[in-house]
């Protein structure tokens, strides 16, 4: 094969292209057009794109997505319905198939929110593809503001919901800024029918002011025929803190990328993950932290479950910048395959110039504790119920230093639903 | 209530046998004393009743109230009312205590046909268990057996045991590791749990644990079988003389 000869576009390719041709959007449509001609150009990247190793997208990305249309406000709320909120006492902004809608939810004191698409994510290689998808497909955004030394006492929650009234490409912007001193929970859900191969593609921009502390609760459950190409990004000053929670309980294909960057002494990431990868399904997690200058520290622990024919992906980098002395990184990634045909990849890199510096990272695979389960059954408790009770506490560990007892359980009830449907 | 005839037990995976020929019957409130030097098969024998896969059965048969226990799954055993109070109870990251007991004992509720029980219900009858053993309820919030002492671990299955009330106990070494103190509190809860319905089989290296559980019976085994068998009279002429002398006798 010649390496030179034009390359044919697949279906999602030229679908992705013409969903942003014909889109009635009316936004800044010249980074658009630029990001869909290096698209156009190059394809979406491939297993010869080291940061897409694990995740071939051009050959996994599938479909004939349509551009979404705005759908009235009535449709809108319904098609929140399936979706109870996970906190009930929590103001929610709410996105349907890239649109933001406004349901006049009071905001929280100290909160403020500027409706419009953010700037699109910076993007010029295919390396940058989760990007560049984001600035042609994005529609709604928001931008989020919490006032310097407020303790936010409410929840923000940004719940996005498919309508599946078509197989659409749409996207969301989302620019958090977290003000010095601000403390904030901010939970961000996923959700989409069943059955309908929609691509949801999602940036979320977070800055954390100096000695601010913010819980962001990313829960993707899209629905299982579902792409989703997503990407966190966050900022953090001097003795700022990210608590991050991300589950994985849905989609067909899901890439998420979490990127951090600590640009302050005694900044710190705290990142817990679970990702329940089912049957069909195909979830990577990949996240980058670096480490900038002296005194930052990171904690990053994923559990993972796999059945079926499903492929998880964990890869996780740590970067040490030479003046970053004193970095504490931890990294851990542990596994449960529960079926012969599933498979999981962890690649945890570490690239490092200080020299006095602590960064360890661990991954292991393993099936049920045959101990464990003995000692279930021998007290009366059924073999499918005795693994079911395993695998539960073996990721609902990960979510224990949540400090918000009933955020944890509704989070739980959401392991348990997948749990229901797949093991 | 128990009848083994029999019975040859071999280790699955390098097919050593540890059990060659073992007969037993326990009838219904008997308690049972099995002793025996290291590496006679106690352990084995407890494993074999509760049905642990490692173990494979060559020859003879288990019979449980009528019922063939060979053909039980683990979980059906213990439903079925076979406990095994563990000699190394194992610990469980992340399996809260009291979500464990709940299922435990609404599941052989559910295999008897009885209603779930109720949380309040549920509480009331954990938190009684527990003070009987003297066992703080805080630790019950904790995960099975994880940072439990030898002793706390040794207590929680016996409190297991009288909260699922079983009709067959088998106590796998539950003495070892137990400081005199413990070893009254855990032997107490045994002996309040004796009834003409129920039977104990109490495994033990040493007589002392039979001091305070009084078995009915005493049952010596070595390499495999029982070679021996008297009332509790004989557990403390073992003490004295020690096994060789009536291991030599039997051959």
Redesign the interface.
Known sequence: MNAHSPRILTEAETALIDAVARSSFDGDTQVRKAAVDIIEKSGLPTRRVEYFHYTDLRALLKGDFQPAERVSENVARDAGKPYPRLVSDACVLHFRDGHYHDFGEELPDGVTVKAGLPDAPKGDTLEDATSLVNTAVAIGGVSLTIADNTEVDRVVGLAHAQTGVATTASGTRLAIEAGAGSTATLIERACGPDGNGYLNSSDVDITIGEGAVLTYVLSIEEGDAASRLGRISVDLAKDARINLFILNAGGKLVRQELVFDCRGEGGHVEIAGINLVGDESHIDVTSTITHHVPNTTANELFRNVCTGRGRGVFQGRINVAQPAQLTDAQMACNTLLLSDNCDFSAKPELEIFADDVQCAHGATVTDLE???L??????????A??RR??I???V??AFEPMEDEGLEQALEARIDDWLDSNV | MLEIKNLHVRIAEDETEIIRGLNLTVKAGEVAAIMGPNGSGKSTLSYVL????DYEVTEGSITYNGENLLEM???ER??AGVF?A?QY??E????PTM??LK??MN??RK?RGEDELTTPDFIKRVRAAAKDLHIDFDMLKR??NVGFSGGEKKRAEIL?MGL?EPNLCVLDETDSGLDIDALKIVSDGVNHLRDPNRAVIVITHYQRLLDHIVPDTVHVLSKGKIVKSGDKDLALELEEKGYADIIAAAA
């Open positions: 045959e101990s464990y003995f000692y279930l059954m021998a007290r009366g408790i059924p073999e119920r005795a009770l395993l539960k506490a073996f609902a560990e | 509760s049905g642990k896969e799954d683990v979980a213990a439903a095994l563990f109870p194992v469980i990251p992340g399996v979500t464990f299922e435990a599941a052989q295999q995960p099975v297991q699922l």
